[in-house]
Structure formats: C-alpha cells, structure tokens
C-alpha cells in the first residue's frame, strides 16, 4: 500500500488543486492520497475564506482519500513550519515514519527490538530538538540586531523647521 500524502490549505479550492491531486497521485503510484489541510485559519494568520468542512468536503470529491486537519500552531506559522508541521508533527511521523523504518528494518533482516530503536527515539525526539533548535537559532538572530536607544537616551534631536 503507498500513501501520498499533501500538505495543503484549499482557500478556496479551485481546478489547479484538483490537477495537482490527481497528478500528485499519479506520480507517486499512490493507491490513497491524504490531504493534510489548514482548519479555520489560514497560513497568513486570517480566517479562511470557507470552512473547513466544505474545503475538506471539495478535496474528497476531487481525488483525496482522507483529509486530516493540520494544528493551528503550525496552519498560522511561515511557510517552513508551516510545512514541517505536517511532517515532522507527532501524527504525521507516527504514521508514516515509524511504519516505514519498522518494515525497512525487517526487510533487511533486522530485529525491530533491537535495530529500530534509534529510529523510535527520533521519531519522539525529532519535534523537540527542532523546537530547540529554533529557539537557539531566534537567539542568535537577536543578538546580532542593533539595538534601539531609549527615548531618554537620545543625546541629540534635530528639529526641522
């Protein structure tokens, strides 16, 4: 069984989403394609033009198998969380990740006790390093900022007449 999976928003849903469901299932060979969607609001933090049944309703009429609501902290986050969001949070990774790498370990003889235990801690530890890793990252960047003097401590105003 091959699952693609599509990490969209739908607002609103229109022909080219329909083109690029059917065509993302033709290109992987999926059997079922899972639309991964944003719910009330959309990635620019606004409401979305419909709810998200209609839009979860037109993506099942248009060539999806099984659409699951992305949470908001990522559907409102910029564009590189809101894509990690859908692949390195807890459901998708436990869905996809974890089957894979225990199938992949016994096809190749291993012992799924033993040989897959580094993938289960990564599928566990793989959100929270890369929440801190985002922190330490943030960190940096603000430290590097000038900063901006306080009103009080302007030495100087120049008035324009």
């Given at each position: 069984?091959r699952v ?26 999926a059997?079922y394609?899972?639309?991964l ?35 908001t902290?990522?559907a409102c ?26 199938g992949?370990?016994d096809a ?5 006790v033993?040989d ?9 530890m ?8 985002l ?6 960047k ?5 900063p ?14």
């Amino acid at each position: 069984m091959r699952v693609c999976a599509v990490i969209c928003e739908y607002n609103p849903f229109h022909l080219g989403h329909a083109y690029h469901l059917r065509a993302a299932r033709e290109a992987s060979g999926a059997d079922y394609v899972l639309c991964l969607m944003s719910g009330a609001l959309t990635q620019r933090g606004a409401f979305a033009r419909h709810d998200k049944w209609l839009r979860a309703r037109a993506a099942l009429e248009n060539g999806a198998d099984l659409v699951l609501e992305l949470p908001t902290r990522f559907a409102c986050a910029p564009a590189p969380d809101f894509a990690s969001g859908g692949v390195a949070s807890g459901p998708m990774t436990a869905t996809f990740l974890l089957p894979f790498a225990l199938g992949a370990c016994d096809a190749l003889g291993g012992n799924v006790v033993t040989d897959a235990f580094g993938v289960v801690a990564m599928v566990a530890m793989t959100p929270l390093v890369t929440i801190q890793l985002l922190g330490v990252s943030y960190q940096r960047k603000l430290s590097k900022r000038t900063p901006v003097p306080a009103v009080g401590q302007v030495e100087e105003i120049i008035e324009l007449a």
